[in-house]
């Protein structure tokens, strides 16, 4: 019997299971990462323990310092529980619309980060949220945060070149997992880590495989692959240099909020699988592919996060 020497060990290595209740109609097949079985609730453990062994190891991140970062949730979920695991104070920027992320706020809190909640007017009434665009006011006071102070470390999630290695890990699990045989891979856009992570690794194995990102409806911006997507200190990043790579990504679409919540709640039903909304845009778009695809094929996507992170409102949240 295998017993951890710490929870930190138990990152990653996420089982895989095959849909059959959403699929009894579809002869392709839909395998499903669940994410959500990382120790915090969501494949962001898998960023935050990178990037901070990796901020260790070259010296950036020194005992004593703190750790600050600008989220949708997930990444600050797990920021606060590997950080202050670890040792170092942690502050979260949580920009988010209303209530929706009041079960993130306190769990982050549980875990003994430090967390500023920031509510812009204009996204006082938005539903679906795209972590890529509603995240830069609480970029920006990390970035002015990290030149006040030396002892301040950001992790910057949206272009940290640590968080697609990360993915890149996720991305040889499946391969081993599905042994190889992966069709196509579906994947929602929050910083762009977890597409271009395992795109990278999946599309140099298997070289026809396609790999489809989604939006949430209410994104400004519209992602293009093969076209440039704004970049600065506090835009961009990954995404930017994903969508510019040539042939990593082939499509993105979007999925509106009601459908994405809609999806989550058959998901949960008719599968068993108590996973977040981003969860349902994913296996979505996942079953339409595998419907497109046919006979002996298999699509592949991950379930990001948990669903006790959702219960006072249901929202596509990337």
């Known amino acids: 019997m295998y017993v951890a020497k710490s929870i930190l060990e138990l990152i990653g290595k996420t089982p895989m299971v095959k849909l059959s209740n959403l699929t009894k109609d579809i002869d392709a097949n839909v395998l499903v990462k669940l994410e959500y079985l990382n120790p915090s609730g969501s494949l962001k453990d898998r960023i935050a323990l990178e990037m901070i062994e990796q901020a260790e190891g070259e010296g950036v991140l020194q005992p004593g310092f703190t750790i600050v970062e600008a989220s949708t949730g997930n990444t600050g979920i797990s920021f606060s529980f590997v950080g202050t695991l670890k040792g170092y104070r942690v502050v979260i920027y949580e920009t988010i619309p ?9 769990i982050m809190k549980n875990y ?44 910057r999630q949206f272009s940290n070149p640590h968080n697609v290695r990360a993915h890149n890990k996720t991305a040889r699990e499946i391969l081993t997992q599905t042994k190889g045989r992966v069709d196509a891979f579906v994947a929602s856009i929050g910083t762009g880590g977890t597409l271009m992570g395992i795109a990278e690794v999946l599309k140099k194995e298997l070289p026809h495989i396609k790999i489809i990102g989604i939006q949430p409806a209410s994104s400004k911006v519209t992602m293009v692959p093969g076209k440039p997507y704004p970049k600065s200190e506090i835009k961009g990043g990954i995404i930017s240099d994903m969508l510019e790579k040539p042939n990593l990504i082939d499509e993105i679409v979007r999925v509106s909020d009601t459908e994405a919540v809609k999806m989550t709640h058959r998901l949960r039903v008719e599968e068993g699988l108590y996973a977040g909304v981003s969860s349902g845009a994913n296996v979505l778009i996942a079953v339409k592919e595998a419907q497109r695809l046919g006979d002996g094929k298999n699509v592949v996507t991950v379930l990001p996060d948990s669903g006790d992170r959702y219960l006072t409102e249901e929202h596509y949240v990337t």
Not at 98 to 106: A, F, L, N, Q, V
Not at 130 to 155: D, S, T, Y
């Open 98 to 106: 209303g209530r929706m992320g009041e079960e993130k706020i306190k």
């Open 112 to 155: 003994g980060a430090d967390v500023k909640v920031i509510t812009p007017k204009e996204l006082e009434h938005e539903r679906s949220v795209a972590g890529a665009e509603i995240e830069l006011p609480g970029r920006k006071m990390c970035l002015e945060l990290e030149r006040r102070n030396p002892k301040v470390w950001w992790a």
